[in-house]
């Protein structure tokens, strides 16, 4: 079963509004949670690394004003695309470390947001 | 420089038969952990294998097996015994040192399998 749970599956939102992603640790704690966005047929581009309790990390070109990350929690971590454009549709997927298996990442099923 | 190659975009395979998917990667660091996964069409990331830097033998995980080159810093993936199912996007990735999270993806392998 999943133990990383990441929800919507799909959204359709209007250009200029936001939309909220959530992702969630089941039956572990994640203190690092790992946002992607993927465009088609393209590889998964590392966004921003959110870690409980402070402030996210993001990397070099990403808006940080324009994707708000909360970590609030040890079990969840949302991304908030907030004034969304067409550009923005894409295919976004958040990880969390596993503590077992050395090194591997548990992903979430991903949203594939479109703005219209 | 890219941390993770993969140089074949698409790759097709016949149902049954085995099949090489190539990685190659590049990093300083001494320790550092080599992953696949599988992405289907609906999106989820599938982890498959994981071969780390000091491992003496090649990883295996029932028709998964990473042929591990050190020296020639490859990771390749080889499936054998091909589903229809194995249809699907593959990813090579590499997670650097013993504490860093951060996981460096390939830009994919799109495989499809020929009953």
């Known amino acids: 079963g999943a133990v990383v749970s990441q929800h919507p599956s799909r959204v359709i939102c209007k250009s200029g509004t936001s939309v909220k992603i959530e992702c969630r640790s089941l039956?572990?704690?994640?203190?690092?949670m790992f946002w992607y966005r993927q465009f088609p047929k393209q590889s998964l581009m590392l966004m921003a690394t959110s870690n409980e309790g402070s402030k996210a990390t993001y990397e070099q070109g990403v808006e940080k004003d324009k994707f708000l990350i909360n970590h609030a929690s040890l079990t969840l971590s949302t991304l908030t695309v907030t004034s969304a454009h067409p550009e923005d549709s894409s295919f976004y997927i958040c990880?969390?470390?596993?503590?077992?298996?050395?090194?591997?990442?548990?992903f979430g099923q991903g949203t594939r947001l479109t703005v219209v | 420089a890219q941390k993770i190659t993969q140089t074949q975009p698409g790759m097709f395979v016949q149902e049954k038969e085995a099949v090489t998917l190539d990685c190659t990667y590049d990093?300083?660091?001494?320790?550092?952990?080599l992953f696949w996964y599988k992405q289907p069409s609906s999106g989820e990331m599938i982890f498959l294998i994981y071969q780390g830097s000091y491992d003496q033998q090649n990883a295996t995980e029932g028709r998964y097996s990473l042929n591990f080159q050190k020296a020639r810093k490859s990771a390749n993936l080889v499936i054998s015994a091909s589903q229809l199912g194995d249809s699907a996007m593959y990813f090579c990735?590499?997670?650097?040192?013993?504490?860093?999270?951060?996981?460096?993806f390939g830009t994919g392998t799109s495989l499809t399998v020929i009953p």
């Open positions: 039956d572990f704690q994640a203190t690092t």
């Open positions: 990093t300083s660091d001494p320790s550092y952990g």
């Open positions: 990735a590499m997670r650097e040192g013993l504490t860093g999270n951060q996981f460096y």
């Open positions: 990880s969390a470390p596993s503590r077992d298996r050395a090194g591997e990442a548990f």
